[in-house]
């Protein structure tokens, strides 16, 4: 299982930007992707941005041009940039990791299962 520890959150006006940080630890031999998912108050869980092994990314397309997500060098740490926040942004940021067995609350994202999880940061924008 693999471990993950998210930090950076906080509040901002609208305009303004976050840098969100995910530390992964533990068995990640079989860790492909890490992903970033939020969670607005109401709604469901949903898939920001993924990035692999390889450097690959993926971003939701509603998203990309304000979100870009990057792993530092010695891939320990997911960041995810957040430009030109919105109030619709508001939510809980959760990082998460590629798993090869379905757990509970995991979530498919852009083709990829992520099924371990941090516990998330809350991340505020007013209008």
């Known amino acids: 299982q693999v471990q993950l520890v998210e930090s950076g959150g906080g509040s901002v006006q609208a305009g303004g930007s976050l840098r969100l940080s995910c530390v992964y630890s533990?068995?990640?031999?079989?860790?492909?992707?890490l992903g970033w998912f939020r969670q607005a108050p109401g709604k469901e869980r949903e898939g920001v941005a993924g990035?692999?092994?390889?450097?690959?990314?993926y971003v939701t397309p509603s998203l990309k041009g304000r979100f870009t997500i990057s792993q530092d060098n010695a891939e320990t740490t997911v960041f995810l940039q957040m430009n030109s926040l919105k109030p619709e942004d508001t939510g809980t940021y959760s990082c998460?990791?590629?798993?090869?067995?379905?757990?509970?609350?995991?979530?498919?994202?852009?083709?990829?299962?992520?099924?371990?999880w941090g516990q998330g940061t809350q991340v505020t924008v007013s209008s």
């Open positions: 998460a990791a590629e798993t090869t067995r379905e757990k509970d609350g995991g979530r498919w994202y852009a083709g990829v299962y992520f099924g371990d």
């Open positions: 533990g068995y990640t031999n079989n860790v492909r992707w």
């Open positions: 990035i692999n092994t390889y450097g690959g990314t």
